[in-house]
């Protein structure tokens, strides 16, 4: 086996479990809607998640670990990609909002980070930003 293939493996393991981290915010509130699973298809492709996969994560408890990461940008995108699924539809309820909460701290944000994180984007957040804009916006 190759350094690559190591590699690899190791992120698409990271990008499976925020894949189920994302559906598991989806389906927080009982049921995926359309919208939901429209973002849902497009992050399975950008993540190259499997259709086997794919089905799994939605029909199982969420058994994938949060893996987190030293970079603070890359942290910041995937609560940028939570944020995308939570607004699907322009709303955040408490238990997506706790949900968020607690991938902030297993993506290595402390408590009080990622309440100020949260908030900042809470604010700021119209559902219709590019990564780059959230990321600039999050940082002031």
Known sequence: MSIADLYTSGE???NLAHFAALATLASVDGEVSTEEKKLLDRFATKLDITQAEYDEVLKKENVYPIQATN????????LYDLFRIVYSDHKMDHEEKLLVKKYAI???FSGDKADAVIERS???FGGKLDFEDYLYLVKK
């Open 71 to 78: 970079s603070s940008e890359q942290r910041l995108e995937r």
């Open 122 to 124: 809470v604010e700021i």
């Open 12 to 14: 698409h393991r990271r």
């Open 106 to 108: 297993g993506l290595g």
